[in-house]
C-alpha cells in the first residue's frame, strides 16, 4: 500500500490516472498519507471532477475497474467532501450499468456505494463481503460466510479478476480466525463444546494466592473441592451464552430410579454431566468411564428430551498424561458426543495429604 502511494507522489506525467487517485484514497483509508499527500489527493479529487467519462466512442477504464472506483470512493469519504461523494455517487450508478454481470466489479463498486453510506446494498462476491464487514464496512452472516470459506478453500479460475486473490486469502484468515468464536446470537453444540474445551484457558486469572493482592483484602483462594464447585464453575460460564441452561435437571422416572443431569441446555437437547476424580491412577479412571456409562443408559431414555451428553470430568490429580487415553474411553459410549478433562490448575498447589 506504501509502495502505490509513493508511486502515485511520484508520477511525474501531465495529469495522474484515476488508479493513482485511487492509490491515495486506498491510502488515507488506511491512514497511511500525511499532509502533503493528502494535500494531492483533494486536488487530484478536483481534477478528476472535471474530467468527462462515459464518452461515447471512446474505451471504458476508469469506469469499470472496480477496484479504482473503490479507491476514489474511499478518498472522498476521507475528504468529507459532499460534492465529490455525490459526484462519485453518480459515477458509481453508470458504472453498475456498464458493469453488468461482471461479479467481481460489480461487487466492488457496490461496495463503493457502502463506503459512501448506503446500507441496502448486497455485495457480492461472498469473500468480499466477509473482508469488508471485517473492515466495518457492510455486513456478513453465517451464511455469507460457508460461500466464501468454499470459494477461498478451492480452487477456483480468476479470470480478469485482479484482487481476488488477496481478497480470498483475506477471507480465508478472517474466517480462520473465528473458528474459535462463539456466535453469541445463536449458539450451536459445537459452539458449546468449544466453550468447555476452552474453561483452562480461563484459569489465568483464577484467584489463588499466596500473599493479598491489596493492603486492604484478604488472601483469596477459590477452591475448588467437589462436583458441586465444577458445577457452579461451569453455570458461571454458560449462563450468559444460553440462556435456557438449566442446573439439577430432573429427568423422567425409570422405574424406581429418578436421574437428574447435573446441567441441561434443553435448546441443544444436550446434558452436561460433571464428575470429580480424587484419587490418582487407572481405577479412579475406570471408575469415572463406568459412572458415565450407567448414566447414558439412564439420561438418554426414549421418554427424554435430550439425546446427547456432554461429560465435564475435574481431574485433582492433575494427570495430565493420561487425560488423552480417558477422554477417547468417555467419547466411545453410546450417547456421548465430547469429553472435556479439566486439570487441577499448578497454581491450585495441592498438599500431599489432602489427595
Known sequence: MEAAVSEAEAFTGQARH??????????????????????????????????????????????????????????????????????????LSKSLVELGSDLWHQGLARLAFVVLGDSNLTVKPAELAVVAAAKGLGSSSQFIEEEAWSAAVQSCPLDNQSGLDAVRLAAFD????????????????????????????????????????????????????????VQSLLWVILAPVFPDVDDEENLPSIGHANPRADLAVPSLRTLIEVKYIRKPG??????????????????????????????????????????????????????????????RPSLMKRKKTGI
Do not use: M
Open 18 to 91: 484515476p488508479e493513482h487517485v485511487a492509490a491515495f484514497g486506498f491510502g488515507a483509508a488506511a491512514g497511511l498519507l500525511n499532509e502533503s499527500q493528502r494535500n494531492v489527493l483533494d486536488n487530484e479529487l478536483e481534477h478528476l471532477r472535471g474530467r468527462a467519462f462515459f464518452v461515447a466512442g471512446r474505451p471504458r477504464r476508469f469506469e469499470v475497474d472496480g477496484i479504482s472506483l473503490l479507491g476514489v470512493a474511499l478518498g472522498a469519504k476521507s475528504e468529507k467532501s459532499d460534492e465529490a461523494q455525490r459526484w462519485c455517487r453518480d459515477i
Open 282 to 343: 487407572q481405577a479412579g479412571f475406570k471408575a469415572v468411564i463406568d459412572e458415565i456409562a450407567s448414566d447414558t443408559g439412564l439420561y438418554l431414555s426414549k421418554s427424554s428430551n435430550f439425546d446427547t451428553i456432554v461429560a465435564v470430568v475435574w481431574d485433582d490429580c492433575a494427570q495430565t498424561e493420561q487425560h488423552y487415553e480417558l477422554q477417547s474411553g468417555i467419547e466411545q459410549l453410546n450417547g456421548i458426543t465430547a469429553a472435556i478433562i479439566l486439570s
Open 174 to 229: 478472517v474466517i480462520a480466525g473465528r473458528l474459535g468464536q462463539i456466535r453469541l446470537a445463536s449458539p450451536t453444540r459445537a459452539d458449546l463444546i468449544a466453550l468447555l474445551g476452552n474453561v483452562s484457558r480461563g484459569f489465568k486469572r483464577w484467584p489463588y494466592e499466596e500473599k493479598p493482592r491489596t493492603a486492604k483484602s484478604a488472601i483469596t483462594r477459590w477452591e475448588v473441592e467437589n462436583e458441586y464447585h
